[in-house]
């Protein structure tokens, strides 16, 4: 390794000592290995599978992961029986700009163009009586004039995970790929952590992994070895060299905990591949604390109002971080009843408004009394009868609050918000208490920046070249985003997983 790499970089960039031949007590062949089954791995695995390759998956833990709920394509044919078409290029046009020109433009036109494909793809997998999960598509989308979202979320109901108690989607999807890709014969070994690659002649032709016992396997693959580990959000070191503000969110949400070391990453930079410039994007969500966030006024731990609150769920994290601080203040007064539902015409989104399916009625009150409730009983919202005494619960100075809230009323009133800019429709006063302060704070849940590819996720080096037998997908894969997370289209972090996992396992599987 460069001696500049070692002193850019922590510990962990630093490579372990070669794996000495008498500790390796196995050695097993494949086409294919894929380190890693979540979601990238596993669709890799199964289309690779399906293609008629041997397929070998070593995982770190005991399981394969899926989690969340939203699977982000555009254009599936399910989306079409729904009347919804994408328009791509208006798509890509955003998703670049928001990723501050720093995404490679070629990995998001690849995604938004064969996504669909992918998603008719798991939509039939998930339609067999085994699973009998239906597909819907998320409805809650931020309309507002700066970001934009885009129909296209999927989500699948019904299937034997969500039974089970799991949020309906991510874990079904993973269950389901898995469970065909064993049907076809893919060898799956848990608890079978990777650690180090071998490298001959310049191509990547193996793996070595730890086994319970503490001596090695040595998996030797003829067609190519998937970086497909996940991210590393778990790995405080790595984040605060490669994505600071990770490391700065009130929670990190990840589960499994502790698998999500940057494993690949690491990997990968010790076999010669470099990284997407730092630092990465990550998603960052506002749900560490209360889950609706409203969208009048919010204050930090001054008591001051600091962002315009018309914004999508990243940008609102982003604005709290910004502030140096874990949670903010969300103002609401007790005609949010009526106000809030007003503002999803022409706001709304993700813990903004209600989640919902296409399909469905856009707010339901009863469900955010009882969400209300909830959060008072747990202490994630305050209220009181005046603004002074709201300021003493919240434990914000009171004389900054009350002259902050006399502010923001009298720019609703006045129509126009000189402070933020924020559009007039949306700057409505708090004016009638009880009023409540909701907490509500960043939450991260993946960081999905990594190792440069190319369009056909091989790993590139800092010269460009591709290193022979080397791929990564998902979030061990660079160039998809940066900057931001951008949330054209809710859940492209599985949508990317998915289709390039598809892609790459049906390129490795025909050769
Ligand atoms: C609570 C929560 C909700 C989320 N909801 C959504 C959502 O709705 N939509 C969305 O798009 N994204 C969501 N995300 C993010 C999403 O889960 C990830 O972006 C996605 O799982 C990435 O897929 P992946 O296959 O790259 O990695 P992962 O799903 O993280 O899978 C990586 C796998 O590799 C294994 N592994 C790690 N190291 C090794 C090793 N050395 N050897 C072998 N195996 C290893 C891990 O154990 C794991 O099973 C959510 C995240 C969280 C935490």
Not at 416 to 422: I, L, N, Q, V
């Given at each position: 390794m460069p001696d500049s790499i070692k002193s850019k970089w922590g510990s962990w960039a630093i490579p372990p000592d070669p794996v000495r031949a008498d500790e390796i007590k196995e050695t097993l062949y494949a086409d294919i290995v894929v380190l890693g089954a979540g979601i990238a791995g596993v669709s890799c695995a199964l289309r690779a599978a399906q293609c008629g390759a041997n397929v070998l998956v070593l995982e770190k833990s005991g399981s394969w992961s899926g989690r969340g709920g939203n699977i982000g394509v555009a254009n599936s044919s399910y989306m079409k029986s729904c009347g919804i078409e994408n328009d791509i290029t208006e798509i890509a046009r955003e998703w670049i700009k928001r990723c501050g020109n720093r995404c490679d433009e070629k990995l998001v036109w690849q995604f938004l163009k064969n996504s669909g494909r992918a998603m008719d793809w798991l939509t039939d997998i998930l339609a067999q009586p085994a699973y009998g999960a239906r597909p819907a598509l998320q409805g809650c989308a931020y309309r507002g004039e700066t970001y934009r979202e885009n129909y296209g979320s999927h989500r699948f109901f019904g299937g034997p995970m969500e039974k089970k108690g799991m949020r309906a989607g991510g874990a079904d999807a993973v269950f389901a790929m898995y469970s065909e890709a064993v049907k076809l014969g893919t060898r799956f070994l848990f608890k079978t952590p990777a650690e180090q690659l071998l490298k001959e002649n310049g191509r990547v032709t193996g793996v070595y992994a730890r086994r319970e016992t503490g001596d090695y396997l040595l998996v030797i693959a003829q067609r190519g070895i998937i970086l497909a580990t996940g991210d590393i959000a778990g790995n405080d070191e790595m984040c605060e060299d490669l994505a600071p503000l990770a490391n700065r969110c009130a929670v990190k949400l990840y589960f499994p905990k502790g698998v999500n070391k940057g494993d690949g990453h690491r990997m990968g930079l010790w076999a010669g591949g470099s990284f997407e410039d730092a630092p990465f994007a990550a998603m960052i969500?506002?749900?560490?604390?209360?889950?609706s966030n409203f969208c009048f006024l919010y204050v930090n731990q001054d008591g001051s109002r600091f962002m315009n609150e018309d914004n999508y769920i990243q940008g609102r994290c982003l604005a709290i971080l910004r502030e140096r601080i874990t949670y903010a203040w969300s103002i609401v007064d007790s005609a949010w009843r009526e106000k809030l539902p007003e503002t999803l015409r022409c706001g709304g989104g993700i813990a903004w408004g209600q989640d919902f399916e296409v399909g469905e009625p856009e707010f339901d009150l009863a469900k955010e009394e009882k969400s209300f409730e909830r959060g008072i009983e747990r202490g994630l919202i305050v209220t009181a009868d005046t603004p002074e005494e709201l300021a003493g619960k919240m434990g914000v100075p009171a004389d900054e609050f009350v002259s902050t809230l006399t502010r923001y009323n009298t720019l609703a009133v006045s129509g126009?918000?000189?402070?933020?800019?924020?559009r007039k429709e949306m700057m409505i006063p708090l004016e009638k208490p009880p009023y409540y302060g909701v907490k509500i704070g960043p939450a991260l849940l993946a960081v999905v920046g990594g190792l440069r590819v190319d369009c056909q996720m091989r790993v590139l080096d800092d010269d460009n070249m591709p290193i022979s037998g080397l791929y990564a997908i998902g979030n061990t894969a660079g160039g998809r985003y940066g900057t931001d997370y951008p949330m054209v289209i809710h859940g492209t972090s599985h949508g990317t997983a998915l289709t390039f996992g598809y892609l790459l396992g049906e390129q490795l599987g025909n050769i």
């Open positions: 969500h506002p749900q560490a604390f209360h889950p126009y918000d000189e402070d933020f800019g924020k």
